[in-house]
């Protein structure tokens, strides 16, 4: 069933996700549910948000592709478009923290 995700649910699902990326890449694929069920219990500890471990790993992947889009419209990609959400999360996300650390760095040189 989809949920309606709120700013500070949302703003909260990125925090811990940045938070936990080294551990989240140190995970094997199959233990990543686990890392999502951890997120999905704090969103519900600290704000009351009710959402399952899968709707929190959609939730963050819909922002990377919104993201993405975003970037390619932004850059003049036919490809892109803008988005309401790509906008309001450029910030957050234009360091890509969500990938492995290696190739974070290796995008910079």
Same mark, same amino acid.
């Given at each position: 069933?989809p *949920? +309606?995700?709120? &700013?500070a649910a !949302? %703003?909260h699902? *990125? =925090?811990?996700?940045?938070?936990?990326?080294e =551990?989240?890449? %140190?995970? %094997?694929? =199959?233990?990543?549910? @686990? $890392?999502?069920? !951890?997120t999905?219990r #704090?969103?519900?500890q600290d704000l009351r948000f009710?959402c399952?471990a &899968?709707q929190? +790993?959609? =939730? $963050?992947r819909?922002? *990377?592709w919104?993201f993405? %889009?975003f970037?390619?419209?932004?850059?003049g990609?036919?490809?892109?478009?803008? !988005?309401?959400i790509?906008q309001?999360?450029?910030r957050?996300f234009? @360091? #890509?923290f969500w990938?492995q650390p290696?190739?974070?760095? @290796? #995008?910079? #040189?």
């Amino acid at each position: 069933m989809p *949920i +309606e995700w709120t &700013r500070a649910a !949302t %703003d909260h699902l *990125i =925090r811990q996700r940045r938070r936990g990326n080294e =551990r989240y890449h %140190d995970m %094997d694929g =199959r233990s990543r549910v @686990s $890392f999502w069920k !951890t997120t999905a219990r #704090r969103l519900y500890q600290d704000l009351r948000f009710h959402c399952s471990a &899968r709707q929190c +790993e959609q =939730r $963050f992947r819909n922002l *990377i592709w919104n993201f993405n %889009d975003f970037v390619e419209w932004r850059n003049g990609g036919s490809r892109g478009c803008w !988005t309401r959400i790509g906008q309001r999360y450029y910030r957050s996300f234009k @360091s #890509r923290f969500w990938e492995q650390p290696e190739m974070r760095h @290796s #995008r910079r #040189r």
